[in-house]
């Protein structure tokens, strides 16, 4: 079954706007990862925060976790319509490093 | 270096008939997954390689589904006896596993689109 589950399912926003999307999940985890997919096709690693982060920074991306309500979030800052595409997150935990998908947040930038 | 690929990009089949997808992983790449995705869904795990051990196939969703690893690289996925309901992309992705604790990192292949008619 699907543990992560993004919020909202689609968002629609202006280029220069900023994005906000959640996540949240169920079991503990030892890392938790944020992927992005452009139509349909394979997913792209965008950036990795550890149970015990709190919060972590690459480039316009900003990511947050809250391990007492198993919940994450991704930011994006002064979004570009090439921002667009579909974001996953990710749970990972466990010996065989198997990560859980949510059903992803469908993220539409218009210029 | 190169990336994750799969063959083919896209398969129509009929009905009944067996496929097999390929994927091939980065050079060096002990770990290997195969996952389902459904048409505006989330990714669904199918199967695990790790090395020389036993494979994870939790995933799985019949007995008509199976996956080889052959030489810890390449690796192919059957699908027999196709089922209008096996229609999706089945993504393929690997990941460096080390003794640190980085490489957590999964990288994904472009994906194989799957018609059955």
């Known amino acids: 079954s699907q543990q992560g589950e993004e919020d909202p399912q689609a968002l629609s926003i202006q280029e220069g706007e900023n994005a906000t999307m959640n996540c949240s999940y169920k079991t503990s985890i030892n890392n938790l990862q944020w992927y992005r997919q452009n139509s349909g096709r394979g997913l792209v690693h965008l950036i990795l925060?550890?149970?015990?982060?709190r919060e972590k920074h690459s480039g316009r991306l900003r990511v947050t976790l809250d391990t007492s309500k198993k919940s994450s979030s991704l930011l994006i800052t002064a979004s570009r319509a090439a921002d667009t595409a579909s974001y996953f997150c990710?749970?990972?935990?466990?010996?065989?490093?198997?990560?859980?998908f949510g059903k992803g947040t469908l993220l539409t930038v218009n210029p | 270096g190169a990336g994750v690929s799969q063959s083919p990009s896209n398969k129509v089949t009929e009905k009944g008939k067996d496929v097999e997808l390929r994927c091939d992983p980065i050079s060096g790449h002990t770990a290997l997954y195969w996952y389902r995705q459904s048409l505006g869904q989330g990714l669904e795990f199918l199967i695990y390689?790790?090395?020389?051990?036993?494979?994870?196939k939790s995933g799985l969703p019949s007995d008509r589904f199976s996956a080889e690893r052959t030489g810890g690289s390449v690796s192919t996925l059957t699908i027999q006896r196709t089922q209008q309901e096996d229609s999706a992309v089945y993504l393929c992705?690997?990941?460096?596993?080390?003794?640190?604790?980085?490489?957590?990192?999964?990288?994904f292949g472009p994906g194989t689109r799957l018609l059955v008619l």
């Open positions: 390689f790790q090395g020389n051990s036993a494979p994870d």
């Open positions: 992705a690997s990941r460096h596993i080390s003794g640190t604790s980085g490489g957590e990192t999964q990288y």
């Open positions: 990710a749970s990972g935990g466990g010996s065989n490093y198997k990560l859980t």
């Open positions: 925060i550890r149970s015990n982060e």
